[in-house]
């Protein structure tokens, strides 16, 4: 079995910074894809962050030049450094590993990111 576990979510002021941390562990299958998704109250998943072990990064527009992403891809760690942080940050974060060759994924379990005077 798979158990990932996130950390590294709390309450921050505007213009603070938050390091999240996702680590995977047990039988875990070669991972392709890790990224961060958020979710805020009323609205849908959305991707923030994401990495390929191809070397493909991505960054959402609203985050560019605030966040960053960093795959450790012989640990399956991955962690989401982010800085200047808004009231629109607001959302619970959570991680997904993907192995990109067939329909395992997996999920970290949420952790909540409150920002906020």
């Known amino acids: 079995q798979v158990e990932i576990v996130e950390s590294g979510g709390g309450l921050v002021q505007p213009g603070g910074s938050l390091r999240l941390s996702c680590v995977a562990s047990g039988n875990v299958p070669r991972i392709h894809f890790m990224g961060w998704f958020r979710q805020a109250p009323g609205q849908e998943r959305e991707l923030v962050a994401s990495q390929t072990s191809g070397g493909s990064t991505n960054i959402v527009d609203s985050v560019k030049g605030r966040f960053a992403i960093s795959a450790n891809w012989a640990e399956n760690t991955v962690s989401l450094q982010m800085n200047n942080l808004k009231p629109e940050d607001t959302a619970v974060y959570y991680c997904?590993?993907?192995?990109?060759?067939?329909?395992?994924?997996?999920w970290g379990q949420g952790t909540q990111v409150t920002v906020s005077s």
């Open positions: 997904n590993l993907d192995t990109l060759t067939g329909p395992e994924d997996f």
